[in-house]
C-alpha cells in the first residue's frame, strides 16, 4: 500500500520551494529563456492557482499546480524529484489535478510541455491527454507541446 499523499501545499514551503527551484534549474538547462513559461514562486501564490505537493512521510518528494483560466485549468510546475522517481509519484499528482479540476467544475485541463521532456509526454498520454494547438497567451514554437483532455 502507497503512503504517498498528495495535499494542497504553500508554494513558500521550504521543501515545496526546494522542488520548484530544482524544476526551474532543469528547465532553464533545456530550455533557452523564451521557450521558458514556467511561474516564479510567488506567482504560483495566487487564489486562482491551487498547489500541491506529494509527500511520503514528511518528505516533499513532487509538486504540481492547477491554474484556473475560468473556462479551463492549466497543469503548471509539474515535478518530481529525481531521486523519487519510479514510485508512481507523478500518477497521484495528475489523479489530484484532476479530481482539483472537477471540483473546481472545469471541464478541460489543458497544458504546454517542452519538446525534449519525453517521460512528461507519455505520462500525460496515459492519463488520456491529446495533443492540441497552443492556447491561453502560447504562441506556436518548435520546443512547446501542447495538450488538452476534457472532463465531461
Known amino acids: 500500500m502507497s503512503n504517498i499523499k498528495v495535499l494542497a501545499a504553500d508554494p513558500r514551503d521550504p521543501q515545496a520551494t526546494a522542488l ?6 532543469l528547465m532553464q538547462s533545456l530550455f533557452s529563456a523564451e521557450e521558458n513559461h514556467f511561474l516564479d514562486i510567488e506567482e504560483l501564490c495566487v487564489p486562482s492557482i491551487h498547489f500541491f505537493v506529494a509527500r511520503e512521510e514528511s518528505k516533499a518528494l513532487g509538486c504540481v499546480a492547477l491554474a484556473n483560466k475560468g473556462d479551463y485549468g492549466e497543469i503548471k510546475s509539474m515535478f518530481v524529484d529525481p531521486r523519487a522517481r519510479g ?28 519538446d525534449k521532456l519525453t517521460q512528461a509526454h507519455s505520462l500525460y498520454s496515459a492519463h488520456g491527454f491529446v495533443d492540441c494547438g497552443p492556447f491561453g497567451e502560447y504562441e506556436a514554437n518548435t520546443s512547446s507541446l501542447f495538450m488538452t483532455k476534457d472532463l465531461n
Do not use: F, P, V, Y
Open 20 to 25: 520548484l527551484r530544482q524544476s526551474h534549474a
Open 87 to 114: 514510485k508512481g509519484i507523478a500518477h497521484h499528482l495528475m489523479h489530484k489535478i484532476e479530481a482539483d479540476a472537477r471540483a473546481q467544475n472545469l471541464s478541460t485541463i489543458k497544458l504546454e510541455t517542452g
